[in-house]
């Protein structure tokens, strides 16, 4: 394959950034890393990309478990064709992993996820024939043994300053380096767990 476009989205809710916005407070980081221009708002996703269309950065603007009609739009309104020469990868809090960790995944049967079950039922549905990768940014760990409403009012909480740190200096560094290998590998990335160790190995100290 060779790769022509890669795209990363970003789910999570709208309004106050919290544990559940981590795939857009990843972003943002890219938007910077990238030196790319202000996001353009264009009602259910925003934008940015790199002057040759080689990256694009698209934050989806509607409710996580709505993220599906997101990224719908936004195939629909840019005419990107997810083919054999584009990656997708969705950015996503991952309440599995802890936070410092990031890992690349591709769908499973059940997702307990809303923002990533939303985006497999489209993916399944109109376009299983992409190369989609989910790219988890550990937020955990998660509460013990916490119940349905536990969960969800701590995903919607705030980072504190200390685990907003390590955000910023462990998991973005983290995520580039995922990206840089996800290039430099032209999209190819294979089995997912070879993957993750490798990285896991090139990046520990």
Same mark, same amino acid.
């Given at each position: ?15 106050? &950034? ?13 938007? @910077? ?14 934008? =940015? ?80 024939? &992409? ?32 685990? &907003? ?10 995520? =580039? @380096? ?18 993750? &160790?490798?990285?896991?190995?090139? =990046?520990?100290?």
């Amino acid at each position: 394959m060779s790769l022509e476009t890669l795209i990363f989205f970003s789910v999570g809710n709208p309004g106050p &950034a919290t544990r559940h916005s981590t795939g857009h407070i990843m972003l943002r980081y890219l938007q @910077d890393y990238f030196d790319l221009r202000e996001l353009t708002k264009k009602a259910q996703y925003s934008i =940015t990309k790199t002057s040759n269309n080689g990256i694009i950065l698209v934050k989806s603007n509607s409710y996580m478990n709505e993220s599906n009609k997101a990224l719908k739009q936004f195939l629909d309104g840019e005419r990107i064709k997810l083919n054999e020469s584009s990656v997708l990868v969705i950015l996503y809090d991952d309440f599995e992993n802890n936070l410092g960790k990031v890992k690349i995944s591709t769908f499973k049967k059940n997702e307990s996820h809303n923002g990533i079950k939303s985006i497999q039922n489209l993916i399944s549905s109109k376009y299983n024939t &992409a190369t989609v990768y989910k790219l988890g940014i550990g937020i955990g760990p998660k509460p013990h043994k916490a119940s349905k409403d536990t969960m969800s009012s701590w995903v919607l909480s705030k980072f504190n300053a200390e685990e &907003a740190k390590v955000l910023e200096d462990t998991s973005f560094d983290l995520l =580039t @380096d995922y990206m840089d290998e996800i290039i430099e590998r032209d999209g190819e990335i294979g089995d997912c767990n070879k993957f993750n &160790a490798h990285m896991t190995k090139i =990046t520990s100290p």
